[in-house]
Protein backbone atom coordinates (compact mmCIF):
# COMPACT_ATOMS: atom_id res chain seq x y z
CA UNK A 1 0.00 0.00 0.00
CA UNK A 2 1.10 3.81 -0.94
CA UNK A 3 -0.71 4.76 2.20
CA UNK A 4 -1.09 8.87 1.47
CA UNK A 5 -0.06 10.29 -1.55
CA UNK A 6 0.47 14.10 -2.58
CA UNK A 7 0.65 15.35 -5.84
CA UNK A 8 3.14 17.61 -6.50
CA UNK A 9 5.46 17.50 -3.70
CA UNK A 10 6.61 21.57 -4.46
CA UNK A 11 4.96 24.26 -6.44
CA UNK A 12 6.06 28.16 -6.84
CA UNK A 13 3.08 29.83 -7.80
CA UNK A 14 2.43 34.13 -8.83
CA UNK A 15 0.13 35.92 -6.84
CA UNK A 16 -3.33 35.70 -8.54
CA UNK A 17 -2.87 32.23 -10.39
CA UNK A 18 -4.74 29.25 -9.64
CA UNK A 19 -3.89 25.34 -8.73
CA UNK A 20 -5.12 22.36 -7.63
CA UNK A 21 -3.30 19.98 -4.88
CA UNK A 22 -4.50 16.16 -5.15
CA UNK A 23 -4.24 13.59 -2.15
CA UNK A 24 -4.99 10.47 -2.82
CA UNK A 25 -5.41 7.03 -0.51
CA UNK A 26 -5.48 3.63 -1.12
CA UNK A 27 -6.37 2.36 2.54
CA UNK A 28 -10.84 2.66 1.91
CA UNK A 29 -10.73 5.41 4.75
CA UNK A 30 -13.71 7.69 5.30
CA UNK A 31 -12.36 11.14 6.17
CA UNK A 32 -9.79 13.17 4.72
CA UNK A 33 -8.63 15.92 6.03
CA UNK A 34 -6.35 19.46 4.96
CA UNK A 35 -3.66 21.14 6.80
CA UNK A 36 -1.26 23.92 6.43
CA UNK A 37 2.01 23.97 8.09
CA UNK A 38 3.47 27.80 9.18
CA UNK A 39 6.15 28.01 11.44
CA UNK A 40 6.13 28.24 15.04
CA UNK A 41 2.29 27.43 14.09
CA UNK A 42 2.00 23.68 13.76
CA UNK A 43 -0.80 22.25 11.37
CA UNK A 44 -4.22 24.43 11.15
CA UNK A 45 -7.09 22.30 9.34
CA UNK A 46 -8.44 24.21 6.11
CA UNK A 47 -10.76 21.63 5.43
CA UNK A 48 -11.78 18.09 5.57
CA UNK A 49 -14.50 15.40 4.68
CA UNK A 50 -16.33 13.13 6.46
CA UNK A 51 -17.18 10.66 2.72
CA UNK A 52 -17.18 10.57 -0.23
CA UNK A 53 -19.36 13.99 -1.58
CA UNK A 54 -19.10 15.67 1.50
CA UNK A 55 -16.42 18.48 2.60
CA UNK A 56 -16.49 20.98 5.38
CA UNK A 57 -14.49 24.15 6.82
CA UNK A 58 -11.95 23.46 9.37
CA UNK A 59 -9.70 26.83 11.11
CA UNK A 60 -8.39 28.47 8.20
CA UNK A 61 -10.33 28.07 5.25
CA UNK A 62 -10.44 31.39 3.61
CA UNK A 63 -9.18 31.16 0.00
CA UNK A 64 -9.16 27.44 -0.59
CA UNK A 65 -11.75 25.39 -1.76
CA UNK A 66 -12.12 21.36 -1.76
CA UNK A 67 -13.89 18.65 -3.74
CA UNK A 68 -14.05 14.84 -3.00
CA UNK A 69 -15.99 13.82 -5.75
CA UNK A 70 -14.20 9.71 -5.33
CA UNK A 71 -13.86 8.24 -2.15
CA UNK A 72 -10.10 7.92 -2.43
CA UNK A 73 -9.79 11.41 -3.82
CA UNK A 74 -9.52 14.94 -1.64
CA UNK A 75 -8.34 17.77 -4.06
CA UNK A 76 -7.56 21.14 -2.32
CA UNK A 77 -7.79 24.26 -4.61
CA UNK A 78 -6.31 27.57 -4.62
CA UNK A 79 -8.53 30.01 -6.87
CA UNK A 80 -6.43 32.96 -7.20
CA UNK A 81 -3.24 32.07 -5.09
CA UNK A 82 -1.84 34.94 -2.31
CA UNK A 83 1.73 35.43 -0.64
CA UNK A 84 -0.03 34.62 2.81
CA UNK A 85 -0.76 30.72 1.55
CA UNK A 86 3.07 30.45 0.98
CA UNK A 87 2.84 27.39 3.47
CA UNK A 88 3.49 23.29 3.66
CA UNK A 89 -0.05 21.26 3.09
CA UNK A 90 -0.53 18.11 4.45
CA UNK A 91 -3.03 15.82 3.77
CA UNK A 92 -4.60 12.78 6.22
CA UNK A 93 -7.41 9.98 6.00
CA UNK A 94 -8.68 8.55 9.23
CA UNK A 95 -10.67 5.32 8.86
CA UNK A 96 -14.23 4.77 10.61
CA UNK A 97 -13.87 4.57 14.70
CA UNK A 98 -12.48 3.29 16.94
CA UNK A 99 -9.70 3.74 15.28
CA UNK A 100 -8.60 8.01 15.91
CA UNK A 101 -5.32 7.53 13.90
CA UNK A 102 -4.92 9.88 11.24
CA UNK A 103 -2.43 8.95 8.29
CA UNK A 104 -0.89 11.93 6.81
CA UNK A 105 0.73 12.20 3.03
CA UNK A 106 4.50 14.00 2.69
CA UNK A 107 3.60 17.39 1.56
CA UNK A 108 3.45 19.62 -0.76
CA UNK A 109 5.41 22.87 -0.29
CA UNK A 110 4.35 25.86 -2.07
CA UNK A 111 5.50 29.05 -2.64
CA UNK A 112 3.60 32.22 -3.79
CA UNK A 113 5.62 35.24 -5.05
CA UNK B 1 -12.52 25.94 23.48
CA UNK B 2 -9.16 22.89 23.18
CA UNK B 3 -5.86 24.12 22.90
CA UNK B 4 -2.36 22.70 23.45
CA UNK B 5 0.52 24.05 24.43
CA UNK B 6 3.88 22.63 23.77
CA UNK B 7 7.00 24.13 25.99
CA UNK B 8 9.82 24.79 24.25
CA UNK B 9 9.94 25.00 20.74
CA UNK B 10 13.84 23.73 20.78
CA UNK B 11 14.77 21.42 22.95
CA UNK B 12 18.63 19.83 22.88
CA UNK B 13 19.63 17.05 24.57
CA UNK B 14 23.26 14.81 24.47
CA UNK B 15 23.20 11.20 23.01
CA UNK B 16 22.26 8.63 25.96
CA UNK B 17 20.56 11.34 27.70
CA UNK B 18 16.88 11.88 29.03
CA UNK B 19 14.53 13.17 26.35
CA UNK B 20 11.93 15.15 27.99
CA UNK B 21 9.29 16.85 25.92
CA UNK B 22 6.48 18.69 27.69
CA UNK B 23 2.58 18.60 26.46
CA UNK B 24 -0.19 20.47 27.73
CA UNK B 25 -3.28 21.04 26.74
CA UNK B 26 -6.52 22.20 27.89
CA UNK B 27 -10.24 20.55 26.96
CA UNK B 28 -13.43 20.77 28.78
CA UNK B 29 -13.76 16.78 28.23
CA UNK B 30 -11.50 13.76 28.71
CA UNK B 31 -9.85 14.08 25.06
CA UNK B 32 -7.91 11.66 22.85
CA UNK B 33 -4.23 12.48 23.06
CA UNK B 34 -1.37 11.75 19.97
CA UNK B 35 2.19 12.48 19.86
CA UNK B 36 3.88 12.87 16.09
CA UNK B 37 7.08 13.21 14.63
CA UNK B 38 8.07 15.19 11.73
CA UNK B 39 11.81 14.01 9.93
CA UNK B 40 12.93 16.37 7.73
CA UNK B 41 11.03 16.90 4.60
CA UNK B 42 8.41 14.37 5.50
CA UNK B 43 5.74 14.04 6.63
CA UNK B 44 4.13 13.02 10.47
CA UNK B 45 3.78 10.01 11.62
CA UNK B 46 2.00 8.35 15.03
CA UNK B 47 4.20 8.13 17.89
CA UNK B 48 1.81 6.85 19.95
CA UNK B 49 -1.95 7.91 21.45
CA UNK B 50 -3.68 7.79 24.25
CA UNK B 51 -8.03 6.93 23.94
CA UNK B 52 -8.65 5.26 27.25
CA UNK B 53 -7.44 2.75 29.44
CA UNK B 54 -3.77 2.84 31.11
CA UNK B 55 -2.19 5.86 31.51
CA UNK B 56 1.05 5.36 30.35
CA UNK B 57 1.32 4.58 26.90
CA UNK B 58 4.16 3.33 24.78
CA UNK B 59 5.28 4.04 21.15
CA UNK B 60 7.72 3.45 18.43
CA UNK B 61 11.11 4.18 18.89
CA UNK B 62 11.60 3.68 22.61
CA UNK B 63 9.24 6.82 23.24
CA UNK B 64 6.88 6.78 26.07
CA UNK B 65 4.17 9.30 27.54
CA UNK B 66 2.01 9.04 30.85
CA UNK B 67 -1.17 10.82 30.28
CA UNK B 68 -1.65 13.11 33.86
CA UNK B 69 -5.48 14.52 34.33
CA UNK B 70 -4.96 16.42 37.08
CA UNK B 71 -1.76 18.02 35.85
CA UNK B 72 -3.80 18.37 31.94
CA UNK B 73 -0.59 16.83 31.04
CA UNK B 74 0.84 14.17 28.19
CA UNK B 75 4.03 14.77 28.13
CA UNK B 76 7.13 13.00 26.27
CA UNK B 77 9.99 10.90 27.50
CA UNK B 78 12.30 8.89 26.07
CA UNK B 79 15.17 7.27 28.65
CA UNK B 80 18.26 7.46 25.80
CA UNK B 81 18.57 9.68 22.94
CA UNK B 82 20.09 8.41 19.87
CA UNK B 83 21.15 10.46 16.91
CA UNK B 84 18.15 9.53 14.65
CA UNK B 85 15.51 11.01 17.28
CA UNK B 86 16.57 14.71 15.62
CA UNK B 87 13.20 15.39 14.43
CA UNK B 88 10.03 17.87 14.98
CA UNK B 89 7.43 16.87 17.74
CA UNK B 90 3.65 17.51 17.86
CA UNK B 91 1.45 16.95 20.28
CA UNK B 92 -2.15 16.91 19.59
CA UNK B 93 -5.41 16.52 20.84
CA UNK B 94 -8.88 15.38 19.66
CA UNK B 95 -12.02 15.05 21.16
CA UNK B 96 -14.10 11.85 21.08
CA UNK B 97 -16.72 11.79 18.04
CA UNK B 98 -17.99 13.69 15.53
CA UNK B 99 -14.40 14.33 12.60
CA UNK B 100 -12.09 13.87 15.07
CA UNK B 101 -10.22 17.23 14.10
CA UNK B 102 -6.19 17.20 15.63
CA UNK B 103 -5.53 20.42 17.31
CA UNK B 104 -1.99 20.49 17.19
CA UNK B 105 0.59 21.96 19.34
CA UNK B 106 3.56 24.59 17.61
CA UNK B 107 5.72 21.61 18.22
CA UNK B 108 9.15 21.23 19.63
CA UNK B 109 12.21 20.59 17.50
CA UNK B 110 14.86 18.05 19.28
CA UNK B 111 18.53 18.41 18.59
CA UNK B 112 20.92 15.23 19.66
CA UNK B 113 24.38 16.06 20.02
CA UNK B 114 27.37 13.86 20.30
Known amino acids: NAGVTQTPKFRVLKTGQSMTLLCAQD?????MYWYRQDPGMGLRLIHYSVGEGTTAKGEVPDGYNVSRLKKQNFLLGLESAAPSQTSVYFC????????????FGPGTRLTVT | AQSVTQLGSHVSVSEGALVLLRCNYS??????LFWYVQYPNQGLQLLLKYTTGATLVKGINGFEAEFKKSETSFHLTKPSAHMSDAAEYFCAVSLSGGYNKLIFGAGTRLAVHP
Open chain 1, 92 to 103: ASRGSLPSYEQY
Open chain 1, 27 to 31: MNHEY
Open chain 2, 27 to 32: SSVPPY
